[in-house]
Antibody
């Protein structure tokens, strides 16, 4: 059974930093692209970043470029999102998602971790 | 970047058919995916590549895509289908993954 478990969310002040983690199990982690998708309170889904199977390619939504870094450790079956210079508009539930075989959709999702940016 | 447009809400009576649209420029040339999200839960993929269903998704869920509109069709709607539904595509021009704004399905 595919499982994705996020951790690392919490309350942080504007301008602060946070590192999210996603622990994967139930599939060959190193064979899949992985992604972070977020959802602000009461709002829709927003793709944040993707990383290729071996970490050699990374893509980001424009609003987080230069502030967020996606990474992975295939030996630990884990993915990360390092977030710096956080803003109030980054407040959201952050979901870890597996990118499907066609590399265009998200076929499994974690339960999410809440990041709140507030003073 | 590529924009997907969904109606904010759709209402349907039980056992009727619900149709949720997703508009985009020449969206028929892209693969469209649909997600169901119930309150407090993570999204679930219900249709991928326009019209395929993941295992475990009822046959009542189907999809189509042509021209500038993709459609998610839910037949014989049940109370348990009440949820937010999002369409999504991969924008190859920018290597961005794009979601529509979401549609709240209400079962009357």
């Amino acid at each position: 059974e595919v499982q994705l478990v996020e951790s690392g969310g919490g309350l942080v002040q504007p301008g602060g930093s946070l590192r999210l983690s996603c622990a994967a199990s139930g599939f060959t982690f190193s064979s899949y692209w992985m992604s972070w998708v977020r959802q602000a309170p009461g709002k829709g889904l927003e793709w944040v970043a993707n990383i290729k199977e071996d970490g050699s390619e990374k893509y980001y939504v424009d609003s987080v470029k230069g502030r967020f870094i996606i990474s992975r450790d295939n030996a630990k079956n884990s993915m990360y999102l390092q977030m710096i210079s956080l803003r109030a508009e980054d407040t959201a539930v952050y979901y870890c998602a597996r990118v499907g075989d066609t590399e265009s959709n998200f076929d499994y999702w974690g339960q999410g971790t809440l990041v709140t940016v507030s003073s | 970047s590529y924009v997907l447009t969904q109606p904010p809400s759709v209402s349907v009576a039980p056992r009727q058919t619900a149709r949720i649209t997703c508009g985009g420029n020449n969206i028929g040339s892209k693969s469209v995916h649909w997600y169901q999200q119930k309150p407090g839960q993570a999204p679930v993929l219900v249709v991928y590549d326009d019209s395929d269903r993941p295992s475990g998704i009822p046959e009542r869920f189907s999809g189509s895509n042509s021209g500038n509109t993709a459609t998610l069709t839910i037949s014989r709607v049940e109370a348990g289908d009440e949820a937010d539904y999002y369409c999504q595509v991969w924008d190859s021009s920018y290597d961005h993954w794009v979601f529509g704004g979401g549609t709240k399905l209400t079962v009357l």
